[in-house]
């Protein structure tokens, strides 16, 4: 079975990959620069040396006219380069040799230049800037006699050891390329260990690295796998503001939502469960006393289960007609109408109910029409809900507040009143189903809990929002925005 790596190690590996290559190719590319600048170097230096001689030696035998006396000179050129120095004349005899072995006698010039692979010219003398080694044997053109020149030459070679026999001339370049070599390789050796301690430090800082970003990961993974069996109270650790910073965060407040609604969700199963226990036990008792010959089933006592039956059709309907708003599923039947109507319509039909609260309605309506594309009943149920909760909870003598106006592209209705109003701690909920700001009112005195949350969603419907504003002692403001109709707009 193939075992898969986990991030920390791919990550890992991914680190080494690309530190091994970086730095073999920086190597590789250092060792060889050096190498090439070194022999560059080495040549050039080696050209301009041989070329400093040869100038000097020509100045030696234009001064005299011969290599009389030339013997010291070349001494010294051979102790301060460390070369076997020898200059042979036009006849092939050495008339000068740093090594004093081969005075007077016949040196085979075609030996070296058979050796040398390679033809001088005078053209290629440009000893700064060589690719290849200059010659170790140099034309050293003199003046002399009848003729035009006479042909000389400088030749140098590896110097022999002390007391051993004369050899033939060494391949060309042999000391010189043997001694670039050396600087060659001690460079590659320095720039590799020196690669070597590179990518030690740089394993050590992937692995932490590697560790340090996969350590957020691996805990957000553990809050994730704690949040799937249900325990909303795991919170990942936010340890920095960058990327995995954000994710944790996002996540946590992920996991926030999802408490809060899992907690929504069993308080609506336990306020499901309580507004229907209510009149459904109210409902067993009266038949059960009928049943048991208790309660007379007389008018009275079916007019009071009946009542009970309407209390759990309405929860029935709001709740059915809530699962359709949330779900998108509500059908709609929008038609370009004026709010006013609407708003006069229900301030009619519930006027009544205010003046025996002994209640003040206020309307403060524009005298040109407020046009919008809505479902005049559903707006007409938005409405009756703000106003019914604005009755009951303003108290007798109070003062309801109703207004429409337009607002840039919207149009906005408001329905304020002069009642407690909503605790500060308690706005943010106030749109949730089964939510009461007065924990002590019941559903025969505080409705469901579902009015506030349909009218969210029945305005969100049509494309509006739904906002409240609070002030406890003074009085609560409820405005919902629609957009307004083309012809108004």
Known sequence: MKMALGLRWRLFLIFVAVVVVTVGAISLFISTTASTQIQQYEYGRRGEQMARMREILLRHYLARQDWEGVQSSV??????????????????????????????????????VRRWGMRWQPEDELWGEMSVPPPLCLPILVPGGDRLHKLSYLVVEPKAAEGAA???????????????AELRNSVVWSVVWGGLVGVGLALLLAFFLSRRITAPVQDLASAARSLGKGDFSKRAVVKSKDELGELATAFNSMAVELERADQLRRDLVADVAHELRTPL????????????????????????????????????????????????????????????????????????QIAAKGLKLNMSLPDSAILATVDRQRIGQVLRNLLGNAISFTPEGGEIIISAKHSGNDVAISVADTGPGIPPED??????????????????????????????RLVEAHGGRLTVESTPGKGSCFTFTLPAAREQS
Do not use: C
């Open 166 to 180: 004369k050899a033939p001339p060494p391949p060309p370049w042999h000391l010189w390329e043997s001694r670039i």
């Open 427 to 456: 706005l943010p909920y106030i749109f949730e189903r089964f939510y009461r700001v007065d924990k002590s009112r019941s559903r025969a005195t505080g409705g469901s809990g579902l009015g506030l949350t349909i009218a969210k």
């Open 75 to 112: 001494e010294q050129m051979g102790q301060l380069y460390g070369w076997r120095v020898m200059v042979v004349d036009e006849n092939g005899t050495v008339v000068a040799d740093s090594a004093k072995s081969s005075l007077g006698e016949k040196l085979d010039i075609s030996l070296y």
């Open 281 to 352: 036990s109210n409902i067993k008792g009266y038949l059960e006393g009928i049943q048991d010959g208790v309660v007379e089933a007389d008018e009275a006592t079916l007019k009071l289960i009946y009542e009970e039956v309407q209390l759990l059709s309405r929860l029935v309907d709001d709740l059915h007609e809530l699962a359709l708003a949330e779900s998108g599923g509500l059908s709609l039947d929008r038609q370009v109408g004026d709010l006013r109507e609407v708003v006069q319509e229900v301030a009619g039909a519930m006027g009544y």
